[in-house]
């Protein structure tokens, strides 16, 4: 099981290349600007996954986060939050690449952003960690739609495929 997640790491890191890539060609007031969506804007939404991603990664790696408020825009500039999505993404990739021996079996309790206490296996909080990042890139995806743009094609197994057609 540990390729798989590996696998989905490695996704993880090319869709948000190609959904970053589609995101730069908008206008900073177009990725600003407020569509309605759970985070308001594509910049919003972008901000909420490297949050969301750097909360589970540091559970994951045996650390604590401080509960914060998941819509806070932690990078302004997009140049800044580019960046740190690539580095949040290398971070995932690594360590799903090499996961720790019996790090599926067992569970992890955290706070979370509401302040409860909770105890979760592995094996349902790893498929949720990139189902919520697919979830926000699906959004993003959405909103790059509503506003006329051509979204990135996303499908894991054309993101994956070695020679994209």
Excluded at 29 to 45: C, I, W
Excluded at 94 to 107: N, W
Aim: with cysteine; aromatic share 10%.
């Amino acid at each position: 099981m540990t390729a798989t997640w590996a696998q989905y790491a490695h996704y993880n890191r090319l869709a948000n290349q190609h959904l970053y890539e589609a995101c730069a060609r908008l206008s900073d007031a177009e990725r600003r600007r407020d569509l309605g969506a759970f985070f308001k804007s594509v910049h919003g939404t972008l901000n909420h996954l490297v949050l969301g991603d750097r909360i589970w990664m540091t559970r994951f790696e045996g650390g604590e986060h401080p509960s914060t408020n998941l819509g806070a825009i932690l990078f302004d500039s997009f140049d800044e939050l580019r960046t740190a999505r690539i580095e949040t993404d290398q971070r995932i990739e690594a360590f799903f690449g090499a996961l720790p021996t019996g790090f599926l079996e067992r569970s992890l309790s955290y706070v979370n952003n509401a302040g409860f206490k909770s105890t979760d296996p592995a094996s349902v909080i790893v498929p949720h960690f990139f189902n919520h990042q697919t979830h926000h890139r699906a959004q993003v995806h959405t909103l790059l739609s509503q506003m006329g743009h051509d979204p990135p094609v996303l499908d894991l197994h054309r993101v994956l495929r070695p020679n994209p057609a």
